[in-house]
Every structure is written in structure tokens, then in C-alpha cells.
């Protein structure tokens, strides 16, 4: 057994926002979401490892993709732009009214989200797609993948129908393996049509796992109300586990924390088992949104006697390797006393740690175990070895690793390369690699954002413009990342208007919210500037687009107050609404916009 069901644990229940009934099954309950300095759980744990180390001291931003914008490399010549923009604008403005057609959908992670990357990959397909003992080799390419790549407009009802009329067989193994092809091409909405075929046709005998992965579909393609519905739809004798832990990871997904937690408790009233897959999701909303609820899962966990998985074990040692090396130490060694020894990925999480932490030693060690006795015969590392290397300023072993790979390189070496190069200040190197690649390959979208994303590292507008500009040459559709970039490209140069105009080309016309990151580097512009009619406007559009409202946005809302010295008259009522509540730092700001809410009465008076 392992060791969480050793714990002894003492804590306050009310404070911790859940309840223990008389079968100890425990309720997450809706609690306030407290994103500042300064943050710690009133539990002590006695005899839990891994409970023992998760008492959470958490500083600062948590959203991973507010500290992103905040990045300051050197700035380079071409940091301002040139009135120039109309071709790039007329290209973008027809590619935004096109992109209806495109099926790829983009999901809003932070740099340092890895396991959730990897978990949501894992979410996307159902059992039988993600099993290989019961699924084909998902390399192999499938003869109706092959026939709906071939079809006139990609039309799947054609080349399905087609495939009948000339007599040949769909299995349930061919079917399978189809969907994969088309979920690692992100091409859902073909592979909804697939499953809409089926159905229609009746020429499959729906599982558990075909209506999981039908509703994960809807959600990314038609929003969460309409997968909600779905679940409706589907046979009660199917309405189980699988079902309702892909509804939780959608709503994990895009932080929806309240649905989340409302779904999770609702598995337990169902009967419905609570696997390793749903608390492991838990774990990663509340390590994005409230840490200190970490422990509840974890000793929900324990209760329920839910064995904790590698991932588990990840998402611990990110949440302490943040702030507490030794507690995340600690988690590693028990996970191993448990028997699970770290894989490539937990490696890698302690390797970007020690970095951080300026452990740069420990940091190489780790680097040298993944690498092993012969590099060269683990090509798969390779990627994750030169950002690494890169991380730690080693361009001797970033050219090393690169010539381990050039001889037959990959395309996640090659992009691995150019964003190592960047990071290095080796422009020249990266956009060297960056041109190897589009002769050797068609780049997708997100291989042309990997340079991009160099360029908006170094403010190099024009060169990003230039960029963007060969890429809808080349046929490729501007992503979420792509308008990220060029925001933040336009902000830097000082153009707060040009970057607020994309975002308002983007909204209008594109089906998928532009990132929160997007929105707050011109949140964050506006507010410098004491703009508090542009920055309210900001605010309101991400409320408008779905986001919750998090404690980063007050944080910027206020500063825009302040620097226009201008009371913000019930903004306190504002965020208590919000389950937004003050650290030490945000009263500080609430304390110096106090003059100004004097000086404004006293006007009045006058």
C-alpha cells in the first residue's frame, strides 16, 4: 500500500473547503480561488510523505501565461515597425473569414504545463485508441483515413460512401485507428463527421468508449453546453465512468472550476468509480487555479484507496519544485519507495526545477542520467536534451546533442533546435535550421510559430511580420499562438493600438477565443499607461469569451487605476463576487488608490 494511506492528518475541514461524511467520502466544495503571495493550508501532516510536502507556499503569479508576457530579453534593431502593414493585414483579415473550414483547435497551456499537455493528449482518445494492446499500431496510416484524405473537399460522408458502394468492410479496428489518425492531426471536426456517419448509417454498435470520445469531440468543436446535452443523449447503460471523466477533463481543460468540481462529486454520487485519471485531473486545476486544495484530493485519494499514478507523482513534484526543492526531493524519493521509477517527462520537470532554483549541477546530472550510456541510440531524447541544455547556456552541448541528430534529423529536433538556438541569442543558427526545415518538410502552423516565437523573445517585429507573411504564403492558417505572438510583437514596439486591433480582428471573426495571455499583454499596456476606459474593456471582453475571472486581471485592472490616479469605486464588491479576495500585495494597491477616492469626494463637495 502506498504511503498516503499511512497519513495521520489534522486539519481544518471548514478552511479547507471540503466536508467528510459518515462513509468518509469526501466533497470538493466550490471554494474561493485565491491567487496571490503568501498562500498556506492549516493542515499538518504527520506520517504522509507525500501529504507531509504539500503544505503549498505559493508566491506570486500563478498563471503561467501572465508571467510568460513578462519576459525581458535583449531587444534587437527591428523593434519598431514600419507603416507597412497593409498586406499583412488584407492576408490576415481573409485568413480569419477562411478559418471556419480549419479543424485544428487550440487548447490555452502555459510553458511549464507539460503533464497537462500530456494528459490532455491522453484524454483526447478513447480507450481503444490510447491502449496498444487493443489498438493497431497508431503510426499505421488508415485506408479510411487514406480515403477521407483523398475525398474532394476532405468530404467524409463521400469517401465513406464511396468506401460502401464499392464493397469493402469497416471494422471496428479500422474505425479506430481512423480517429487516431485524424485526432493526431487535430482534424476533430472529420472525425465527428466520422462518428456522425456511423451512427447514421448504423454501421457501428456504440461503446462506453465511442460515446467518451463523441462527447470530447463536441466539446472542443461545439462547446461544453452542447456536450452537456449529449450526455443526455446517450443510453443510461453508458452513462459511466469513462463518460463522465471525459466531460471533467474538458471542463479541467479550460479551467471551469466549479463545473469541474460539481462533476467530479456527481461521479461519487452515481457510484461511479473515482480513477486515478479523474483525480489526476483535479490535481492539475487545482495546481493551475488553488493549490491549497491539492491536499484534499490527495488524501480523497488515500480514502478511496486510488493508487497514484506517474503523473500524479509529476504534477507533485512541479507544484513543490516551484518553490521548495527539498520537498520536491522528497516526493521523488517516495515515489520511487513506491516502485515507480521517474520517466523522461518527471525528468525533465526536475531538471527545468534545479534550473530555476540555480542548481545548474544537479540540473546536468539529471540531464547525463537521460541521456545514458549512448546518446546516440535514444534519438527521442534528443529534444528535451537541447532546450535543457539550452536553459542552462550550454551551447557546446546543444551543438553536441545537434549533430547527434543532424545526420537524420526529425522534425521535433529541428523545431527542438531552433528554439534552443533562440534561447542561446544564435538567431542566424535558428533561422539556419529553420530554412533546412521548409526545404525538407511542409511546415505546419505550428512549426512556423516556433520561430516566431524566437523572434518575439528578441522584439523583432518586422522579421515576425515577415515570418507570419511566408507562412500564409505557404498555405498554413494563422493559430491562436500566431496572434499571440504578433500582439505581444506589436506591444513591444510600443503599437498598444495595432495590438489591440488584431485582437479585435480576432474575436470578431475567428471561432476560438484568442489566448488569456493575448489579452493581458494589452490589458497590462493599457494599465502602464493609466487607460482605465481600454483596460475595463479588456477586462470585460475576457469575461465575455469565457474566462473566469482570475486574480492577475484585478491585480492589472487596479494598477490602470492608479496610474490614472482615479478611485475605482466598487472594485471590492467587484472581486468578492468574483471569489477574488486581497493578498498583502494587492491591499497595498487597494490602500494607495484610497487618496484619490478622497480627493473625488472632496471635489464633490467643492
Known sequence: MWALRRASIRLSLRSQGFSLGASTAIKLMPAAVEDGAGISGSFQITRSKVLSTMTCYHAGHSSPKFTMSRRELSSQADANSTN???????????????????????????????????????????????????????????????????????SVRSALDKWIEEGKDISRQEISLALVNLRRRKMYGRALQLFEWLELNKKLEFLEQDYASRLDLIAKLRGLPMAEKFIDSVPKSFRRELLYRTLLANYVSQNKLNKAEATFNRMKDLDLPRTTFACNQMLLLYKRVDKKKIADVLLLMENENVKPSTLTYKILIDTKGSNDIAGMEEIVETMKTEGIEPDLQTQAALARHYISAGLNERAEAILKEMEGENVKKKQWVCPTLLCLYAKLGKADEVERIWKVCESSPRIEDCTSAVEAWGALN?????????????????????????????????????????????????????????????????????????????????????????????????????????????????????????????????????????????????????????????????????????????????????
Request: proline content about 3%.
Open 426 to 606: 544564435k538567431i542566424d543558427k535558428a533561422e539556419e535550421i529553420f530554412e533546412f526545415m521548409s526545404k525538407k518538410w511542409k511546415l505546419s502552423s505550428g512549426n512556423y510559430n516556433v520561430l516566431l516565437k524566437v523572434y518575439l523573445n528578441h522584439n523583432m517585429l518586422l522579421k515576425g511580420k515577415d515570418l507570419v507573411k511566408r507562412m500564409l504564403d505557404s498555405g498554413c492558417k494563422v493559430n491562436l499562438l500566431t496572434y499571440n505572438a504578433l500582439v505581444k510583437l506589436h506591444v513591444q514596439a510600443g503599437e498598444v493600438e495595432k495590438a489591440n486591433t488584431l485582437l479585435q480582428t480576432a474575436i470578431q471573426q475567428n471561432r476560438n477565443k484568442p489566448l488569456f495571455d493575448t489579452f493581458m499583454a494589452i490589458m497590462e499596456e493599457y494599465a502602464k499607461s493609466g487607460d482605465i476606459h481600454n483596460a475595463e474593456k479588456i477586462f470585460y471582453q475576457m469575461r465575455k469569451a469565457g474566462y473566469i475571472s482570475r486574480f492577475t486581471q484585478y491585480q492589472v485592472l487596479i494598477q490602470a487605476y492608479i496610474n490614472a490616479k482615479q478611485p475605482a469605486y466598487g472594485i471590492s464588491e467587484r472581486m468578492k463576487a468574483d471569489n477574488i479576495f486581497p493578498n498583502k500585495a494587492m491591499s497595498k494597491q487597494l490602500v494607495q488608490m484610497n487618496p484619490f477616492e478622497k480627493t473625488a469626494v472632496l471635489a464633490l463637495l467643492d
Open 84 to 154: 507597412n502593414d497593409d498586406d499583412l493585414d488584407e492576408a490576415l483579415s481573409y485568413e480569419l473569414q477562411t478559418q471556419g473550414i480549419n479543424d485544428e483547435v487550440e487548447t490555452d497551456f502555459g510553458d511549464d504545463d507539460e503533464d497537462f499537455k500530456k494528459s490532455h493528449d491522453e484524454m483526447e482518445l478513447s480507450d481503444i485508441e490510447i491502449d496498444p494492446k487493443k489498438s493497431p499500431r497508431s503510426k499505421r496510416l488508415s485506408k479510411i483515413f487514406t480515403a477521407i484524405i483523398k475525398a474532394p473537399g476532405l
